[in-house]
């Protein structure tokens, strides 16, 4: 996610005029794969073409990353190889949905695995922000084997110990998390903490503002072998120019005459620092 990411999972990334980096005297000396948070299929051409190794597929990613349009993902399915990981969060906020919002993001499920989506990201969570292990079970199950990852939704559990000991007996593949606090930079001693508890049961995926400057850091104080990032610039969309004063975006107000767009550039240039 951004609850996934630039939302629950990414965060800044390169801007498109900046210096790509040079990579680490060496390299990191393992194969560490990238996972790129993407809203369209364009984003998902330019994460495979630019040699990502797997898009996370969302919407709106002002509020946090939102299930993506069937439409966006039958589209971006028919672009690329690269595994998609499609978002699953029916409404923004937080996590404890209701039994209509439930089966809205079951329905979503199958959807998106009938439209080709490899896996999908999801976090469910009881009123207290303790997972919700009934209804992330009915999810592992009606994902029938496909990847299944626990988004962001992990990084307000109040006990994250007991949270992916409950994962782990679900049978999620993975979880997504900055370790509790803004970023995976800030997290990372959490973030190792978990993956020595899950010892290879359980993929841990670091996410949440990784970034040029923080990617190196990230994977040598977490020892994990994949992060996440939102790595974007903005395109211009003059088409509202016109009349200044009319806004869409509610109380947020986000420029409308751009939107993000994922930067070619930057996901080259972390995955040199990657050493790929």
């Known amino acids: 996610m951004t609850a996934a990411g630039g939302g629950l999972a990414a965060g800044a990334g390169m801007t498109l005029n900046a210096p790509v980096p040079a990579a680490p005297p060496g390299g990191i000396h393992m194969s560490i794969q990238l996972e790129i948070c993407a809203v369209s299929p364009e984003d998902c051409v330019v994460a495979e073409t630019a040699g990502a190794h797997r898009v996370e597929l969302n919407s709106a990613l002002l509020l946090g990353g939102l299930t993506p349009s069937l439409g966006c993902l039958q589209e971006a399915r028919a672009a690329v190889r690269l595994p998609i990981i499609a978002m699953l969060r029916p409404r923004a906020g ?3 949905y209701s039994a209509a919002e439930f089966r809205v993001l079951l329905r979503d499920l199958e959807l998106c695995l009938a439209a080709g989506a490899d896996g999908i990201a999801f976090g469910i969570l009881l009123s207290d922000g303790r997972v919700d292990a009934e209804r992330c079970r009915a999810v592992v199950r009606l994902a029938a084997g496909k990847t299944t990852v626990f988004h962001r939704a992990f990084d307000v559990t109040p006990e994250p110990l007991v949270a992916l000991e409950q994962l782990i007996d679900l049978g999620v593949t993975r979880v997504m998390t900055s370790g509790q606090e803004a970023s995976a930079y ?4 959490n973030i190792a903490t978990y993956v020595q508890q899950v010892a290879g049961r359980l993929e841990i995926l670091p996410a949440g503002g990784i970034n040029r400057f923080t990617v190196a ?5 977490t020892g994990c072998r994949q992060v996440h990032a939102s790595l974007g610039t903005t395109r211009p969309d ?5 009349r200044p004063q009319v806004a869409f975006g509610g109380t947020l107000k986000p420029p409308e005459d751009s939107f993000g767009v994922t930067d070619a550039r930057a996901v080259a240039g972390m995955l040199r620092l990657l050493g790929e």
């Open 94 to 96: 937080g996590f404890a």
């Open 186 to 189: 800030n997290g990372a001693a």
């Open 217 to 221: 850091d990230v994977v040598a104080r």
């Open 238 to 242: 003059p088409s509202v120019l016109a």
